[in-house]
């Protein structure tokens, strides 16, 4: 399971090291592609092929559905991790989601996100701010049993 925050350092032709807790969960193979927040979503392997699945059963006739297969298949790439536990993550990637140097990795239980630090620091004030969650979740069932 992936979770917690991991801050990691790219070098200049984007090769990033994964945390060590990441090697479980990658030894499979793992996807990368565009997130929905201006970040990167990276995926096992089976987690990218159960998605997959799924955003194929959807209809090409839907307009919808065609940009969503654009939007995640287009731009995904499959990732090699070396010995040492690093990935080359593509240019046009890190300039989707405006990673320079710094990468704060979010761990999302089955999958990861990465994150330039300017806007992860964003999307915290967002999470943090106590009358907004009230709301926020509120239609959403959330029961610890």
């Given at each position: 399971?992936?979770?917690?925050?991991?801050?990691?350092?790219?070098?200049?032709?984007?090769?990033?090291?994964?945390?060590?807790?990441?090697?479980?969960?990658?030894?499979?193979g793992a996807f990368l592609t565009m997130g929905f927040d201006r970040n990167l979503l990276l995926l096992p392997s089976e987690e990218f092929q159960n998605m997959l699945r799924y955003i194929s059963s959807l209809s090409i006739t839907d307009p919808l559905a065609r940009s969503l297969l654009r939007f995640l298949l287009g731009n995904a790439i499959e990732l090699n991790m070396d010995n040492e536990n690093?990935?080359?993550?593509?240019?046009?990637?890190?300039?989707?989601?405006?990673?320079?140097?710094?990468?704060i990795a979010i761990g999302q239980?089955?999958?990861?996100?990465?994150?330039?630090?300017?806007?992860?620091?964003?999307?915290?004030?967002?999470?943090?701010?106590?009358?907004?969650?009230?709301?926020?979740?509120?239609?959403l069932f959330i029961a610890v049993v």
């Open positions: 399971m992936l979770i917690g925050q991991s801050e990691l350092a790219i070098d200049k032709t984007g090769q990033l090291t994964l945390p060590p807790n990441y090697c479980e969960a990658f030894k499979e690093q990935i080359n993550i593509p240019k046009n990637l890190l300039e989707f989601a405006g990673i320079e140097q710094d990468i239980g089955e999958y990861s996100e990465l994150w330039a630090p300017r806007f992860w620091k964003k999307q915290i004030q967002i999470l943090q701010h106590p009358d907004a969650n009230n709301d926020r979740f509120a239609s």
